[in-house]
């Protein structure tokens, strides 16, 4: 990872340090830029050589329902398709998740590709999360139709993002292209006036 990058978060420009607080008070909406995540695209048959690969490199078999997801330790996989997985990791441990996976994986058909400065997370929580998506994203986030450990690849605002689930309190981590980043960040803070917002640490 450059080191430019490693000093600088993709929303930092916000000031996000400056608006930071410990405490969400009574805000209804705590917003979060979660820097850094080690971010891998993993490709490959879902059947038991590629599985037991993965599942040896990274401590957690990659899920093969549909919009789900796995996680172990430090380490969570999402289903984006048939064939296809993300892995997303600790800060700044793209490579060795890379590396770990390539080893495992030597003389299969496969694809590992890194995608960590491709997308950044803006984590979204409280009990009005699940109001403030439904201003902007076109599919069911109903607590009986999705829930925590649940992923899905859908918009938001217009925006090309993968929404997780990650707790039924409710809380979400959504993935979007860097460049619709800011843009996202600022359609979320006005969606989120009506209920009283904070900027926590990710």
């Given at each position: 990872m450059?080191?430019?990058?490693?000093?600088?978060?993709?929303?930092?420009?916000?000031?996000?340090?400056a608006?930071?607080?410990?405490?969400?008070?009574d805000?209804g909406?705590?917003?979060c830029?979660?820097?850094?995540?080690?971010?891998?695209?993993?490709?490959?048959?879902?059947?038991?050589?590629?599985l037991?690969?993965?599942?040896?490199?990274?401590?957690?078999?990659?899920?093969?329902?549909?919009?789900?997801?796995?996680?172990?330790?430090?380490?969570?996989?999402?289903?984006?398709?048939?064939?296809?997985?993300?892995?997303?990791?600790?800060?700044?441990?793209?490579?060795?998740?890379?590396?770990?996976?390539?080893?495992?994986?030597?003389?299969?058909?496969?694809?590992?590709?890194?995608?960590?400065?491709?997308?950044?997370i803006?984590?979204?929580?409280?009990?009005?999360?699940?109001?403030?998506?439904?201003k902007?994203c076109?599919?069911?986030?109903?607590?009986?139709?999705?829930?925590?450990g649940?992923?899905?690849?859908?918009?938001?605002?217009?925006?090309?993002?993968?929404l997780?689930q990650?707790?039924?309190?409710?809380?979400?981590?959504?993935?979007?292209?860097?460049?619709?980043?800011?843009?996202?960040?600022?359609w979320?803070?006005?969606?989120?006036?009506?209920?009283?917002?904070?900027?926590?640490?990710?």
């Amino acid at each position: 990872m450059p080191e430019a990058y490693q000093r600088q978060g993709v929303l930092d420009h916000h000031h996000l340090d400056a608006r930071m607080s410990d405490s969400r008070g009574d805000a209804g909406i705590a917003l979060c830029e979660r820097r850094f995540r080690a971010k891998i695209n993993l490709r490959g048959k879902p059947a038991k050589p590629f599985l037991d690969a993965v599942t040896e490199a990274l401590g957690v078999t990659p899920p093969k329902a549909p919009n789900t997801t796995a996680s172990a330790k430090s380490v969570t996989v999402l289903w984006l398709g048939p064939d296809e997985w993300l892995v997303v990791g600790a800060p700044e441990h793209e490579d060795a998740l890379a590396a770990s996976l390539r080893t495992a994986l030597d003389g299969q058909h496969y694809s590992v590709t890194d995608v960590t400065e491709g997308r950044t997370i803006i984590g979204l929580s409280g009990p009005h999360a699940r109001d403030v998506l439904m201003k902007g994203c076109p599919i069911d986030i109903h607590p009986r139709e999705f829930k925590a450990g649940d992923c899905a690849q859908s918009t938001l605002a217009k925006a090309n993002i993968i929404l997780h689930q990650t707790s039924d309190d409710p809380s979400y981590d959504i993935y979007v292209e860097r460049s619709f980043a800011s843009y996202l960040w600022d359609w979320i803070e006005d969606a989120s006036l009506e209920y009283g917002l904070a900027v926590v640490r990710g």
